[in-house]
């Protein structure tokens, strides 16, 4: 069974500081997605990663897939109150692409 | 982008009694729905996969007896809570995708209290 491990599971930061959530799997995907989804609302797609060490940015947020596509973090500069949310990480297999691994989810507070 | 209307957004009900949810495509043709349940600050736990005029696909643990799934039309698959009890109070959110977008589109879910 395909796992996605992320970390940490909850995070309450001041405004200004900087944070990084973490995915890590034991095996490889084809792609990982990250997602934000607020209180009583569906999760919205923030990135795609495809390739091995890909690196994309997103204003403040910045996304990595690592060189073996096993691993993807999120890193945020400067966090704002608006950045509240739960954040998801889900990884694809080449041959379901559709059927998502989902990681645990960081619910992230962001106090003023 | 692609939008999927999920109805309705919060539901109370009596325990006993069914509820059923609805996910709409709106703007392109969903050969693939995906229902996921959720608990608060928790990730999202799929339920089952439905594909356009086929039997829905349960993950391991979930009753299909108790979550009746109908995929009808390209645009619409159905989540049927039957005989409700508190214990599935809880957050339901589809997904759904098209046969040429590689991409997941969610509803904005479902949020059940059964009584």
């Known amino acids: 069974t395909q796992l996605l491990e992320q970390s940490p599971q909850f995070l309450s930061i001041q405004e200004g500081e900087n944070l990084t959530v973490y995915c890590n799997s034991s095996?490889?995907?084809?792609?990982l997605q990250w997602y934000r989804q607020e209180p009583g609302e569906g999760p919205v797609l923030l990135v795609t990663?495809?390739?091995g060490g890909e690196v994309k940015k997103l204003k403040r947020l910045t996304f990595q897939f690592g060189d073996a596509r096993k691993d993807s973090s999120l890193h945020i500069t400067a966090a704002q109150p608006g950045d509240t949310g739960l954040y998801l990480c889900?990884?694809?297999?080449?041959?379901?692409?559709?059927?998502?691994?989902w990681g645990l989810g960081t619910s992230l507070a962001v106090n003023p | 982008g692609a939008v999927v209307s999920q109805h309705p957004s919060w539901v109370i009900c009596k325990s006993g009694t069914s509820v059923k949810i609805e996910c709409r495509s709106l703007?392109?043709?969903?050969?693939?729905m995906f229902w996921y349940r959720q608990f608060p600050k928790q990730s999202l736990m799929l339920m089952a996969t439905s594909n356009e005029g086929s039997k829905a696909t349960y993950e391991q643990g979930v009753e299909k007896d108790k979550f009746l799934i109908n995929h009808a039309s390209l645009t619409l698959s159905t989540l049927t809570v039957t005989s409700a009890h508190p214990e599935d109070s809880s957050f339901y959110i589809c997904?759904?995708?098209?046969?040429?977008?590689?991409?997941?589109?969610f509803g904005s879910g479902t949020q059940l209290s059964v009584l």
């Open positions: 997904s759904a995708a098209g046969q040429v977008v590689e991409k997941l589109f």
């Open positions: 703007d392109f043709q969903a050969t693939t």
């Open positions: 095996s490889v995907f084809s792609s």
């Open positions: 990663v495809v390739t």
């Open positions: 889900a990884g694809a297999n080449a041959g379901n692409n559709r059927k998502l691994i």
